[in-house]
């Protein structure tokens, strides 16, 4: 009976554990054993390491990796502020307002390149913000206005990201208050606890897994983003993801190795940040499982 | 009532809570809330839409000099090619999502409620994709569909976009089932209900909307892929995202804006439908 229900377990986890094991630890491994010196098409079959060494000899590799780093963790430590203090702020509204709740949905599902290409039309050198700009008379020229689109901070890449997921963690902090309801707070006014020792001591703890656990995400994803730093953002130094693609799809396959060591040591990076940041919040805020299941 | 619609957890029966003072929001923070976000959010799109149906819009006006629906036409003229590319991508979508929510069910059901040694290890592995850019998977995979022939192809693609959306719609869903209670399916059962009974009229409908939030977004992620598609795609499997980057990067800005409400319509025609059924299910 016990082997029957661990049969039955292991054979309902089965495909979900097939698709990871195989399309996402496989293709990591055959990623890996690529970029490690047994890459076919050129006939390399041995172990070496040189992929690595010459990314590391690669100043552009450099360029990329700290312009992603700033600009992800940018676009995180912004939209998480944001997000969370939409929550807070819209918290009475949206328990009522089926409105604000619809419209704070739209951002999730318009897709980056979209979103993106909006965003274009509004803070391009000739886009709304400088005509509005010029209608009021503080420039003279599209040239007058600073560029956020193509520039060397990132800012268009940046504010596109803070539209999108500033308001899916302010989604998923609301879901959290609207599951966690107010009887905590409610029990510490009645016990005497001022409107800050409320904020700080209750309903900021309260609402911290869901930020951290969102906030990861997001910044998961912005590292690993590619279409609208592809849109967005400068040939170089450009974001790690869209030196990688360039490189894996040149003409000349000897390139393809490097590539590929370049997107495998992404994701190392991207999986050494995610546990240094679960370990810090940790340490922080007592957070044993960020992670809401 | 307030839960936000999208919310993988809406199916979780109210409270009723008891509250020692109620401060009651105003209209006016209602509208207020509303004219911000819908500033912040409709304000692109409407540009964007007048950008579609812009002949011609020179510095510094405001508005455009001339109106035109030749964008539109264009796009949806077979020289365009994006009709294809609209049926591509709603094809590969609709299969991942069924894909997804067929493996996810299952797992999702174990997880949420067996407990048993390796489950922290199963629930971490199914994380990993999320918390990993799936750049270096791809490249693998890309590898191994070349040897099987999946490269070019839409199942390839299709496969391709289940690292990701697996995931999602299994962790989804282990949180649907775990706020229903198996004793629920037991009771049915001792009643003498088949499980097939036990599945249509106490299981299904108890995580329908879980179940809904988990299928859309198994489809709003494999609609924006880009990348994913490219690689395993080799450009001969071509979805919407390629197309409109294709015009994006081509300059015909008109065009560029009017693709982006083709391939932004059934997205939100999605994210729509599913709020509906959320609020119907409430």
Known sequence: ?293 | MGVPAIDPRADRPRKTVYTVKKQTPTKVSEALAIIAITGLTATPLALLAARSLAQSWYWPSLTPQVWSVRAWKYVFSPTAEVLPALATSLSVAMVVTLFAVIVALPAARVLAWEEFRAKRAVIFALLLPVLTPPLASTMGVHALFLRYGLTDTMMGVALSHLTLTVPYATLMLTGSFSRLDPDYEAQARSLGAKTIDVWRSVTFPAIAPGLAVAASFAFLISWSQYLTTLLIGGARVVTLPLTLVAFQRGGDEAIAAALSFVYLAPAAAVAFSVARFLKENR
Request: charged residues 10%.
């Open chain 1, 1 to 293: 009976m016990l082997l029957n229900f661990t049969v039955r377990r292991w054979l309902m986890l089965a495909p979900a554990l097939a698709v990871i094991g195989v399309l996402f630890a496989g293709g990591l491994a055959l990623a890996a054993a690529q970029s490690l010196g047994y890459f076919a098409p050129t006939g390399e079959n041995a172990l070496t390491l040189r992929h690595y060494v010459s990314l590391g000899d690669d100043s552009e590799i450099y360029a990329s990796l700290w312009l992603t780093l700033k600009l992800a963790a940018a676009a995180t430590v912004i939209s998480a502020a944001a997000g969370s203090a939409l929550a807070l702020g819209l918290r009475e509204v949206a328990r009522r307002s089926r409105p604000v709740n619809l419209l704070l949905q739209i951002p999730l599902s318009v897709p980056h390149l979209a979103m993106a290409g909006a965003l274009i039309t509004v803070i391009a050198p000739s886009g709304l913000l400088a005509r509005g700009a010029y209608a009021l008379g503080f420039i003279q020229q599209p040239a007058d206005f600073p560029a956020l689109i193509n520039d060397r901070y990132g800012a268009g890449i940046v504010l596109s990201y803070i539209l999108k997921e500033a308001p899916f963690i302010a989604l998923m902090t609301l879901a959290l208050l609207a599951r966690l309801g107010d009887e905590y707070e409610q029990a510490a006014r009645v016990l005497g606890a001022s409107a800050w020792q409320r904020f700080r001591h209750v309903t900021l703890p309260l609402v911290a897994p869901a930020v951290v656990s969102s906030s990861l995400m997001v910044f998961a994803f912005i590292f690993g983003a590619f279409e609208v730093p592809f849109i967005l953002g400068r040939p170089f130094p450009a974001m790690l993801s869209v030196v990688a693609q360039q490189r894996y799809l040149d003409v000349n396959l000897a390139v393809r190795p490097g590539a590929i060591a370049l997107a495998v040591m992404s994701a190392l990076v991207t999986a050494a940040l995610a546990w240094a940041y679960l370990r810090l919040t940790r340490a922080l805020i007592g957070l044993e499982r960020p992670f809401i299941l």
